[in-house]
């Protein structure tokens, strides 16, 4: 029995010693492997448990990046909610990642929002094979519009941008806030093109209102940004900010549903007469190709990324561009003075883009001095990659701080003027070298599938509005003040103008 007992124990205290060196080689291992290791992280602020750097992040996040770029450098780490995630500035660094290395960057960050609009959209969708074709799809139908003989987005702009300045005459030369009667002509642009020409929409179409309404509270509510999307477990504490933004997507996608059925009745194949039918040329296809991955729900949904990503994008724009036009007269009788010379009293067309410089450069200039999606639109590393020598783990999120680009102090001198001429060169020309300087439809996979046709309507609304209207600022303001809103787009803060007609 003692023998037995003394074996025991001395059993035991093998077995304890090999345990102890097992877990002392473990430790040693790790300590070793963490010394070795090649992996490097960004640099970046301590934020605090459970919500990271966010709380800090302040009302506008691109000032705030900007401050921490000057102590970290051009990429840096700030934890957000429960995702980490990576801060790059500059052009060379974000061109590296988002189209050097545009494979490894192009995915979006898996927030609780894309539980709710389903895996597949094409703004907030994965990057996959099948998001290429997703987005050729989209790309390709937009571009054929754009091409047209008779060009859709030329007749409904013109008359559009007609419909905004007699509402701007409405006001009997007293002081009024545009960017209300701006949101309705753009929005009345994006569903004319989405589904058919309409002589009054603004008047006749319920729908349209309710189109408008609804795209307004969605735009302002996800504006307001979404804790649940970085921190899910807060959809427990918060549920409305789940159940609200579900009801909101879901009423944008009805009024999609009830358009679709509508324009089916009157659908002849090969024969668009808008998007909503190109797209059902291509559900047609799809469903007659046994390969195809193609749902007619993910194609048709296209028409909801369209209206999602254009409306406020670019309503916000014009709405900037006619602040500016107002606060810079000398620049506003440039640009008259090249409408009179070029269109005279004729409608603005697509081909007098060429011929219009100054006013080109003006709405290129708009669009830096106002920056409106200084951050795009968050990216997702795909896989473990590497930039600039940090190791980017999958699953990061990672942010191209546009801003860094529109407003580098070495690349503009004056980045916080607003100076058209910048986009000139010395024969009052377009500099090419310069417009390329800066890209705010972003680079890479990513990059805006709506580019050309925002900058066709830009150009038509903008021409269209300043051929019929001076635009000035009110007596009782003294100076415009250039501050801004954050939210999904950065606007400028309300603001009040005159207009007279010319
Ligand atoms: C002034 C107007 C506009 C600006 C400044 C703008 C800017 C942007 C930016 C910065 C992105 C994110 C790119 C990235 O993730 O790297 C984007 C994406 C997108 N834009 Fe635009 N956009 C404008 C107008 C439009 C219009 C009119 C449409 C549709 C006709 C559109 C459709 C889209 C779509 C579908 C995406 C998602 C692309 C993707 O995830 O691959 N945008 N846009």
């Known amino acids: 029995m003692l023998q037995e007992l003394t074996t025991y124990i001395g059993d035991t205290n093998k077995t304890q010693a090999s345990l102890v060196t097992f877990v002392l080689v473990l430790v040693g291992a790790k300590i070793i492997l963490d010394l070795t290791r090649k992996d490097r992280t960004p ?10 750097y966010l709380p800090f992040f302040g009302t506008h996040p691109h000032i705030t990046f900007r401050k921490l770029r000057q102590k970290y450098g051009d990429i840096f780490k700030v934890q957000m909610g429960s995702f980490p995630a990576v801060v790059i500035s500059g052009k060379e660094l974000i061109k590296e990642a988002l189209v050097k290395k545009g494979d490894d960057f192009s995915g979006r960050p898996n927030f609780y929002m894309n539980t709710i609009l389903g895996a597949e959209t094409l703004s907030f969708g994965q990057f996959s094979q099948s998001f290429i074709t997703h987005k050729k799809i989209a790309y390709n139908l937009l571009y054929v519009f754009a091409n047209a003989r ?16 007699s509402e701007f005459n409405k ?57 649940v999307d970085v921190i899910p477990w807060l959809r427990y504490v918060m549920p409305w900010k789940v159940s609200t933004v579900t009801e909101l997507v879901h009423q944008v996608r009805e009024i999609r549903k009830q358009k679709v059925e509508e324009s089916l009745k009157t ?33 048709y949904s ?28 000398t620049v506003q009788r440039k640009v008259h003075a090249e409408i009179d010379d070029v269109l005279g009293d004729r409608q603005p067309k697509l081909d007098d883009k060429s011929k219009m410089h100054y006013c ?11 920056g409106i999606t200084p951050l795009s639109l968050p990216h997702a590393a795909i896989k ?19 801003y860094s680009i529109s407003h580098d102090e070495v690349l503009w001198g004056d980045p916080f003027t607003f100076r058209p001429e910048r986009f000139l060169d010395a024969d009052g020309k377009l500099d090419k070298n310069i417009t390329d300087g800066f890209n705010p439809f972003s680079m890479g996979r990513r990059k805006c599938v709506g580019e050309f046709f925002a ?3 830009l150009f038509l609304f903008f021409t269209g509005i300043l051929q019929n209207c001076i635009l000035s600022k009110p007596d009782h303001i003294k100076e415009y003040s250039f501050d801004t809103v954050f939210g999904l787009t950065v606007s400028p803060v309300e603001y009040e103008i005159c207009a007279s007609l010319r």
Not at 271 to 290: I, Q, S, Y
Not at 363 to 370: C, D, K, N, P, T
Request: aromatic share 8%; charged share 20%; hydrophobic share 35%.
């Open 455 to 457: 900058r066709m309507e």
């Open 360 to 370: 080109v450069a003006t709405i290129h200039e708009v669009s830096r001095f106002a």
């Open 171 to 227: 006001q009997n030369g007293k002081s009024f806030s545009p960017s209300d009667i701006i949101y309705a002509s753009v929005g009345s642009v994006l569903f004319q093109i989405c589904y058919g020409r309409h002589t009054n929409i603004h008047e006749e179409d319920e729908t349209f209102q309710i189109f408008l309404k609804n795209t307004r509270q969605f735009t302002q509510f996800v504006g307001s940004g979404n804790p």
């Open 267 to 299: 659908y002849t194949p090969s024969n668009a007469r808008h998007l909503a039918d190109g797209l059902t040329d291509v559900v047609r296809e799809a469903e007659a190709d046994p390969s195809s991955v193609f749902t007619a729900e993910r194609i």
């Open 150 to 165: 008779k060009n859709p987005i030329e007749d409904t702009v013109n008359e559009e941008a007609k419909i905004a300045v």
């Open 302 to 329: 296209i028409l909801d990324d369209i209206v999602g990503a254009g409306f406020d994008t670019l309503s916000t724009t014009l709405n900037w561009a006619l602040l500016l036009l107002t606060a810079n007269p």
């Open 384 to 402: 473990d990659t590497e930039l600039e020598g940090y190791t980017i783990q999958k699953g990061t999120i990672v942010i191209p701080n546009m």
């Open 43 to 52: 640099p970046g602020p301590r934020g605090v448990p459970l919500f990271g």
